[in-house]
T-cell receptor
Framework: DVKVTQSSRYLVKRTGEKVFLECVQD?????MFWYRQDPGLGLRLIYFSYDVKMKEKGDIPEGYSVSREKKERFSLILESASTNQTSMYLC??????????????FGPGTRLTVL | GEDVEQSLFLSVREGDSSVINCTYT??????LYWYKQEPGAGLQLLTYIFSNMDMKQDQRLTVLLNKKDKHLSLRIADTQTGDSAIYFCAVYSGGYQKVTFGIGTKLQVIP
């Protein structure tokens, strides 16, 4: 089974802190994604990466950065956390297989609260 | 860009069928998915359908695709309390690994 793990289930940080959210997948997937999930807004893509050291902006990258130094690990960084970044953060990974759908496998999520 | 819409809430009685609906805007959509999210958990892929199919059945799940109306539905037969969750419709319509998700329909199953 594909396993996507996230470093924390719950996190509480203060405004202005630098926050690191870590995601690790064990299936050698090329693609990794960070989403945030908010009530009434569904999932919104923050950043994704299709290869080591590669990154692409999603729909809402402002206030976030990412790092992918190893294939299995994709980190989301909040340089200076703000209260409007309080949310559920979901990481996902998917393989690149020609002719097959982009099946994304999700981690359990990190609920981040910024005070 | 792609827009995917779902109703927010559906309530059914245990044993009845549930039908969750989704509409999308991009007619070039190629793969369409249904994901399930249980409380406090991530999303789990339930099933998917290619755009060249009209229907796909997998045990209690039936997916119907009406390409003309850009309408996707998920039918759950004999709905159980364990089916209570949020169901997300998602659509892939090209671009690099870009999938657009709906806002999710919360299914409540009444015993």
């Amino acid at each position: 089974d594909v396993k996507v793990t996230q470093s924390s289930r719950y996190l509480v940080k203060r405004t202005g802190e630098k926050v690191f959210l870590e995601c690790v997948q064990d299936m050698d997937h090329e693609n990794m994604f960070w989403y945030r999930q908010d009530p009434g807004l569904g999932l919104r893509l923050i950043y994704f990466s299709y290869d080591v050291k590669m990154k692409e902006k999603g729909d809402i990258p402002e206030g976030y950065s990412v790092s992918r130094e190893k294939k299995e690990r994709f980190s989301l960084i909040l340089e200076s956390a703000s209260t409007n970044q309080t949310s559920m953060y979901l990481c996902a990974s998917s393989p690149t297989v020609a002719g097959l759908p982009d099946t994304q496998y999700f981690g359990p999520g990190t609920r981040l609260t910024v005070l | 860009g792609e827009d995917v819409e779902q109703s927010l809430f559906l309530s059914v009685r245990e044993g009845d069928s549930s039908v969750i609906n989704c509409t999308y805007t991009d007619s070039s959509s190629t793969y369409l998915y249904w994901y399930k999210q249980e409380p406090g958990a991530g999303l789990q892929l339930l099933t998917y359908i290619f755009s060249n199919m009209d229907m796909k059945q997998d045990q209690r799940l039936t997916v119907l695709l009406n390409k003309k109306d850009k309408h996707l539905s998920l039918r759950i037969a004999d709905t159980q309390t364990g089916d209570s969750a949020i169901y997300f419709c998602a659509v892939y319509s090209g671009g690099y690994q870009k999938v657009t998700f709906g806002i999710g329909t919360k299914l409540q199953v009444i015993p």
